[in-house]
């Protein structure tokens, strides 16, 4: 998934608990600006601790797996 979908989806779980970017910044203790921006597809980074606070404010969990595993050799 990439960060642009992930913003997406943010927005729409925001939407979906009737809740403003404020709210939902206040909650995940960042500022409004950056969750507009993460919503909108405009960040080309975040921290993944930034991203747990979000999706944790909202009710999930963040699971993260390699695109291209390591092989062993």
Do not use: C
Not at 16 to 38: M, Y
Not at 57 to 62: A, C, M, R
């Amino acid at each position: 998934m990439s960060l642009l979908e992930l913003g997406i989806k943010i927005k729409e779980l925001r939407k979906q608990k009737n809740w403003t970017q404020q709210n939902l910044a206040n909650k995940a203790d960042l500022s409004r600006a950056t969750l507009s921006k993460l919503e909108n597809g405009y960040f080309s980074k975040i921290s993944v601790v930034t991203m747990e606070n979000i999706l944790s404010t909202l009710g999930y969990s963040l699971e993260i797996k390699p695109k291209n595993p390591f092989v062993k050799r």
